[in-house]
């Protein structure tokens, strides 16, 4: 994949996760967490996009709801609270 595909291809998964963080009204982190629709979309999202790692999706090398914040924050989606 060229660099520019790949930039593509990162807009293209801001935009989406954009999409998914406004409809459900997300303001902070704190309004993330297992249990939530947003979250259940945004989980469902990241792996059907192969971008969580397996291990991350089973809990077992890390935590998915970390994760995905962590990923909102590094796209710009949602501004650091901690």
């Known amino acids: 994949m060229s ?3 790949y930039i ?14 406004e409809s459900y009204g997300v303001k902070s982190s704190d309004d993330i967490y ?3 629709p947003v979250y259940d979309d ?7 996009q192969g971008e969580m790692p397996y291990g991350i ?3 077992r ?3 998915p709801c970390e994760w995905i914040i ?3 924050e590094e796209m710009g989606v949602l501004k ?3």
Do not use: H, S
């Open 3 to 5: 660099i520019y595909g």
């Open 8 to 21: 593509e291809r990162l807009k293209n998964q801001r935009c989406e996760a954009t999409q998914i963080v």
């Open 34 to 36: 297992p249990g939530e």
């Open 42 to 48: 945004l989980y469902d999202y990241f792996v059907e």
């Open 57 to 59: 999706q089973k809990a």
């Open 61 to 63: 090398t890390g935590d």
């Open 70 to 72: 962590l990923q909102l």
């Open 80 to 82: 650091e609270d901690r």
